[in-house]
């Protein structure tokens, strides 16, 4: 869908007056280490270095963490700018990544400082309380909930109400929970073999962002937006990023609203309902649906199921999934976020379509997941568990297949009613790499 200016403005105001009534939740998944954001120069070959950690060096002190990086160098009895011009890149690597100094290489990412205001940083986390703020209600029954690493469950509260104190007009409901370790996998060698620890127990490890399934149910449900912890500008950014949030929490509520009332109608056993529905249920979720044998309770079954509005960017090469109609195994053609690794690419036809498709998903959705009786729905039941994924890690200084669960927004989301809606790039500033901090959404705006 494109949503038109007058369109847009309508779902804000759909928004503004519906949500200060309601539960409101943002959802962000933070548990993952900075691991993959520091790959280019946890192993950097000075003598083959990448465009990526090139840029890293000749940058550094642009990064929001270079004051914190000098003045841990100096409580080691050092100087940065002496170790700079004696080329001691090496010590100055280890400072920022060693766990023994600023440890940026294993703390979760959304406590590595993203920008700065005032030659004062400013977390992920902290910057996802202030972006918040900007489209919910910083003290009444909106809030943040992040799924983090048990380990460092203190660390992060203490990081978070010390900026609460500091900011008083940042979200200041927060919640927390953990990725289950009951979903917790193992990981198998090409012969099938599971990976060991030390001790010879068996090595399991977290199953993907799609075990937060039950963490997500937890949740009120009215109206839960999710949101990477990495996806975060600076904060000039912020109305902008606000507005499309309003705009789709207000298409949101919107289908919720007509959905509802035509439950109620087929309830009722209102014969005109079918055909209500059936429009509906095409216009917004699946145009490909064939109705020739629609009664109350199939349309009924239709649209009693958890709602989803996605966002979704025009594409520019990014190297993630999209918005695409996929044949369900029932023979239904659907909508469906697709990933890559979820392609087979061994088909010319198959490899084409997606490396041809017209936008990208920056994980930017809002999610209802409440019938129309207020009762909350069981997300298992609509998740498709042949969707699973395996990809392969180094465990233990050996490459092994790990096993992960259908996505949270893909597989995880199957059989939920979905919408898409285009939404601008200028919006979707990830932080892949630590180099991205250096980008336009994670600057002041001039």
């Not at 992920?124 to 919910?136: N, P």
């Not at 009951?182 to 599971?194: G, I, K, Q, R, T």
């Not at 207020?374 to 994924?389: D, F, M, P």
Request: glycine fraction near 6%; charge should be negative.
């Amino acid at each position: 869908m494109r949503i038109h200016s007058a369109e847009a403005i309508a779902y804000i105001q759909a928004y503004q007056q519906q949500a200060k009534n309601m539960n409101v939740v943002k959802f962000v998944p933070a548990s993952g280490a900075a691991t993959r954001m520091f790959s280019g120069i946890s192993a950097v070959d000075f003598d083959n270095i990448s465009t990526d950690a090139e840029s890293f060096f000749l940058n550094l002190e642009k990064l929001p963490f270079f004051r914190a990086l000098q003045r841990e160098i100096e409580r080691q009895g050092l100087e940065y700018f002496r170790l700079k011009e004696e080329g001691r890149w090496n010590r100055i690597i280890h400072t920022i990544l060693s766990s023994d100094h600023l440890g940026y290489l294993t703390i979760p990412k959304g406590l590595v400082p993203f920008h700065t205001y005032n030659n004062a940083c400013r977390t992920a986390f902290a910057e996802h309380l202030i972006e918040g703020a900007s489209y919910l209600d910083p003290v009444k029954h909106h809030e943040i909930h992040f799924t983090i690493d048990v380990h460092y469950k203190n660390q992060i509260a203490e990081h978070i109400t010390q900026f609460q104190n500091e900011f008083p007009n940042a979200i200041q409901q927060v919640s927390y929970s953990v990725q289950n370790p009951e979903s917790h996998l193992p990981a198998f060698d090409d012969n099938f073999e599971p990976s060991r620890n030390l001790d010879g127990s068996l090595f399991l490890r977290p199953a993907g962002h799609g075990a937060l399934l039950e963490n997500l149910e937890a949740l009120h449900g009215n109206c839960v937006f999710i949101q990477n912890i990495d996806n975060i500008t600076e904060e000039s950014h912020h109305s902008e990023v606000a507005a499309y949030r309003k705009l789709i929490g207000g298409l949101l509520l919107n289908l919720v609203k007509e959905r509802n009332a035509i439950l109620c109608q087929l309830e009722e056993g209102q014969d005109s309902a079918i055909e209500t529905g059936i429009h509906f249920y095409k216009k917004h979720f699946n145009r490909h649906y064939a109705d020739h044998s629609a009664t109350i309770d199939t349309v009924f079954q239709l649209l009693n199921k958890p709602m989803r509005v996605c966002g979704m960017v025009e594409n520019q090469g990014e190297a993630g999934g999209g918005p695409f109609w996929v044949l369900d195994p029932s023979g239904e053609t659907i909508k469906q976020i697709v990933e890559k690794a979820q392609v087979n690419h061994d088909d010319p036809e198959q490899h084409h379509l997606f490396q041809e498709s017209s936008h990208f998903n920056p994980v930017d959705l809002v999610c209802h997941f409440l019938d129309h009786k207020g009762n909350k729905y069981k997300l298992e039941k609509y998740r498709n568990h042949s969707s699973s994924l395996i990809s392969e890690k180094f465990i233990h200084g050996r490459k092994m297949k790990i096993i992960e669960l259908p996505g949270l927004w893909n597989g995880s989301m199957w059989g939920w009613n979905s919408a898409f809606v285009e939404i601008p790039s200028s919006i979707f500033h990830p932080v892949k790499s630590v180099t991205d901090l250096l980008k336009e959404g994670h600057l002041p705006k001039e």
